[in-house]
Nanobody, 124 residues
Framework: QVQLVESGGRLVQAGDSLRLSCTAS????????MGWFRQAPEREREFVAT????????YFADFVKGRFAISRDNTKNTVWLQMNSLSPEDTAVYFC?????????????????WGQGTQVTVSS
């Protein structure tokens, strides 16, 4: 059984940076695209960033505006989301997920494994 465990979320101030981690266990996800999504209170879960299987191709939501980076180390079965210049609008639970294929996707329906999420709170 595949498990994804996110970590790194916490309370930060506006303008701060934060790096979220997501580690997979159960089997290797080296051939899978990976993605990050978030869900703010009373809002739908939304796409944040995705990486293909080797990290060579990435795609970000428009609201990221160059502030976030996604990276992965397949030897560690881990993917990271580096978030810079955080604002209160970034407050949400952040989820990582594994794509059913190698390319990554912006669509939640393409993801077959999900973590439980990590809370990021940005104070003004």
């Amino acid at each position: 059984q595949v498990q994804l465990v996110e970590s790194g979320g916490r309370l930060v101030q506006a303008g701060d940076s934060l790096r979220l981690s997501c580690t997979a266990s159960g089997r290797s996800l080296n051939s899978n695209g990976m993605g990050w999504f978030r869900q703010a209170p009373e809002r739908e879960r939304e796409f944040v960033a995705t990486s293909n299987w080797d990290g060579g191709r990435q795609y970000f939501a428009d609201f990221v505006k160059g502030r976030f980076a996604i990276s992965r180390d397949n030897t560690k079965n881990t993917v990271w989301l580096q978030m810079n210049s955080l604002s209160p609008e970034d407050t949400a639970v952040y989820f990582c997920a594994a794509d059913k294929g190698p390319f990554g996707s912006t669509s939640q329906s393409d993801y077959i494994y999900w973590g439980q999420g990590t809370q990021v709170t940005v104070s003004s």
